[in-house]
């Protein structure tokens, strides 16, 4: 038995590579973030060798105690990070990820053709909530459900709530998502609970972004007003890459949840679980439970707010005004530049985040604004004086683009590199 570095050097040096990448970039992309070692330490772990359909004491191979015992665990601590009672609440830890994670949930309450509406993606949503275009129904849930987006509100940025009411009692959906890629505020989910009960919908909340912030309990929590609520695992809650779906005991509109969405994880979507995965899961949900999380995240959101309030002090307009959580969005759009330029002049220094569309965008190839997150940066230590600096270095950034110079020597830009490699912080 060898180790990588023996048994396959150029997957080994591919992996250095790409570590080497992450210690010297800047990451702001919202939906990442660096896990732990232990949670690494689970994930590269036996538990991959392990088959294992079924749930805990049902399954449809031998030799599972262990998986068992791990599986149990996991949901055990789901359930105790998100502060729920296992007498109201039960979860599924299997989901591959969050866009399986709301397919099963999709395939598990809705039949073929069913109407649903989650946010446009050109607004904020995901690809997973139903996302078509005028040509094209893009999103496997639109190609299979039918799908009536809700927007934002142009002027303030915020969900048009009126809106979506008014289009709720005409389309009438059967279920509606709260949830987005790209929104910096909470979502208004008592609102949302009295439109989904007036047309008799289900509340989905995908909290995908956000389920560190509500395991910590610094932005609101879905769990009061939802039906449903998926996640990934992978982005602010800082675990391996997984989903899960957290479901209500109690039958809601005649639907039995717990085995409907237990069946549509396994036997409807998916095959054997990723045992591997269930077990860093485990690790990051106990972590979840630590004053050390709950502190990580109150910086995850006092970055972002510094962020946010030095971009603005520089003069930039951010969708909605500024930011709740995790995330700004900025628009690029009054300066007469693009998210897209932005993007690849930024990467160029090594400071990765994304191009965003932002409402009223004409082109999604040519976005007009770009997304920035804190939770990668916060975890390898930054405060929100870096944010600041990280603020002025997007500004620069930006500033280029606009100049249309190249990157000369002496630029803040390059300086960076020295910032972000010093030993004050580390990686893992
Ligand atoms: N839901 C939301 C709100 C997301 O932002 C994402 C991914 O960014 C997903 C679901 C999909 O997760 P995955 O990429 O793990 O399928």
Known sequence: DYGLGEADPEVRGIINKEKERQFRSLELIASENF?????MEAVGSCLTNKYSEGLPGKRYYGGNEYIDELEILCQERALAAFNLDGKQWGVNVQPLSGSPANFEVYTAVLNPHDRIMGLDLPHGGHLSHGFMTPKRRVSGTSIYFESMPYRLDESSGLVDYDMLEKTATLFRPKLIIAGASAYPRDFDYPRMRKIADAVGAFLMMDMAHISGLVAASVV???FEYCDIVTTTTHKSLRGPRGGMIFFKKDPVLGVDLESAINNAVFPGLQGGPHNHTIGGLAVCLKHAKSPDFKAYQNKVVSNCRALASRLMELGYKLVSGGTDNHLVLV?????????????????????????????GDKSALVPGGIRIGSPAMTTRGFSEKEF?????????????SLEAKSLVSGSKLQDFMKFVTSPEFPLI
């Open 35 to 39: 896990t732990s070692r232990a949670v």
């Open 220 to 222: 609101a929590n879905p």
């Open 331 to 359: 628009d690029l759009r009054p300066l007469g530049t693009d998210g897209a330029r932005v993007e690849k002049i930024l990467d160029m220094a090594s400071i990765t985040l994304n191009k965003n569309s932002v409402a």
């Open 388 to 400: 600041v600096t990280v603020a002025d270095l997007i500004n620069e950034g930006v500033q280029i």
